[in-house]
């Protein structure tokens, strides 16, 4: 008698809720977007949206808040998605809002253009008239993080508000906001840097180079290894060198550091992930090595 396997895979679970968290924005708001900068975890996000709504397009517009510091790789690869899917590409730069005084950019060794990006994206959401924005956020990442709903409430100044926040009972999410608020909604809450990666394996996405080992010029600070750029300062007691990298998440080339790895496939990321105890952000994020309390500062602030 033929046996039938009727069981789920954690993927498969996961990719159903975040199928039907991106179904639930299509139908209940009138202008949703998602943030898509050519990392991985909105790489996968994309594919669920593609997978959501086939065969029909995605319903909405892909938005990347460009700081005008990212790696010319990751640019690349976004520009070409986006071009093969057909999807509109927004960019909202920070360079336009240094430009327009909106903002006013940090000098010196330490200077990143990370924190103006909060400037920029609610200004476009404001443009756009944005009621509903897909994050890659994942619970994993770090404890402000994990303090959010799916469905993550912002007023009309953007700001989030973690003791205001809604309940989600039996994965009921509340779409109900005014005019001029928005909601942040983050599809892979509930996935692990582990399952991105399984994911990505799974379902054989291309993924930019940079995630993968190669040899970089680099120099290192406060344990961290930042690349060779303009845009990066270095100072003198900062020699570079080469060394063979890669990236476990990508940003602001200012504030994103690589990782020594020869890891060369997804296979090799899983292999090397599945035995660490850091978190990507942790292990390569300046700017995500604070405190908690100021993680929900930023947060409280309208940042991603």
Not at 105 to 132: M, P, V, W, Y
Request: aromatic share 8%; hydrophobic share 40%.
């Amino acid at each position: 008698m033929l046996q039938r396997d009727y069981t789920t895979s954690q993927l498969d679970v996961l990719e159903a809720e975040a199928i039907h968290i991106m179904r639930e924005v299509a139908a209940e708001f009138e202008r949703p977007c998602l943030l898509f900068s050519g990392g991985k975890d909105s790489i996968v996000m994309l594919r669920i949206a593609e997978k959501a709504f086939w065969p029909a397009p995605i319903p909405f517009p892909l938005m990347h808040v460009d700081t005008g510091h990212n790696f010319e790789e990751v640019i690349e690869f976004r520009d070409r998605r986006a071009a093969e899917l057909g999807a509109r590409l927004i960019v909202a730069s920070v360079q336009d809002s240094i430009d327009a005084g909106r903002v006013v950019e940090d000098t010196g060794k330490r200077a990143s253009r990370n924190r103006l990006q909060t400037t920029t994206l609610l200004d476009a959401i404001e443009e756009h008239e944005f009621d509903a924005v897909f994050g890659g956020a994942r619970r994993d990442e770090e404890k402000a993080r994990a303090k959010e709903r799916v469905f993550s409430f912002r007023d009309d100044f953007g700001q989030w508000d973690p003791k205001n926040q809604r309940p989600e009972l039996w994965n009921l999410y509340n779409a109900r906001i005014r005019k001029g608020e928005h909601i942040r909604v983050f599809p892979l809450s509930n996935w692990t840097e582990l399952d991105v990666w399984d994911y990505i394996r799974r379902e054989g996405i291309e993924i930019p180079s940079i995630y993968f080992a190669h040899t970089r010029k680099v120099f290192e600070r406060d344990g961290m290894l930042l690349p060779d750029s303009d845009v990066v300062p270095r100072g003198d007691d900062e020699p570079l060198f080469e060394a063979v990298v890669r990236y476990r998440t990508v940003g602001d080339m200012t504030c994103t550091g690589a990782v020594q790895s020869t890891a060369s496939t997804v296979e090799e990321i899983i292999q090397e992930i599945a035995a660490t105890r850091i978190t990507e952000r942790g292990a390569t994020r300046a700017d995500d090595r604070s405190s908690e309390a100021a993680m929900e500062d930023r947060k409280r602030e309208g940042y991603f």
